[in-house]
């Protein structure tokens, strides 16, 4: 199964990508709690593109490939400045909260949900992509 989908660069799109994933998703393939994770990592991963890649006018695409025993997720971003998620400072959850700098927990906790997180830049089209894939558990 394959999907594809282009989204508005604002936040109100989360909505709209909870219910394609919802739609696309065989519920053959992917049991709840994957799905939430894909929607968790696709949510985290979207915020990050709207923060740091500001100057993007474009649509963020997004494309879900399931196969045998995964899902694998893409998000392009198109005219941006690259910004490398798998480049960004592992969160230090060591330390007291009093002590620790602000953000980086959500791409901490993302990094421990997924299976594989991988980052593109194309300079010439300016396009960012970055990839995720979860492993599919049957619903019971």
């Known amino acids: 199964m394959n999907a594809r989908r282009a989204f508005a660069r604002r936040l109100e799109s989360l909505a709209e ?58 998000l392009m971003d198109s005219d941006v400045e690259p910004f490398d998620v798998t480049a960004a400072p592992q969160a230090d959850v060591g330390l007291p909260l009093q002590q620790r700098e602000p953000g980086g927990l959500g791409l901490h906790l993302l990094r421990r949900l997924v299976d594989e997180l ?23």
């Open 17 to 74: 990508m909870a219910a394609f994933t919802a739609a696309s998703l065989p519920q053959h393939a992917v049991d709840a709690e994957q799905r939430m994770t894909v929607d968790f990592a696709i949510e985290e991963l979207f915020t990050n593109m709207l923060k740091y890649s500001r100057s993007g006018a474009s649509r963020v695409e997004i494309a879900l490939e399931c196969g045998s025993g995964s899902v694998a997720v893409s």
């Open 118 to 140: 991988n980052y593109e830049y194309r300079a010439a089209t300016r396009e960012s992509r970055i990839r995720f894939r979860v492993p599919c558990r049957r619903p019971t």
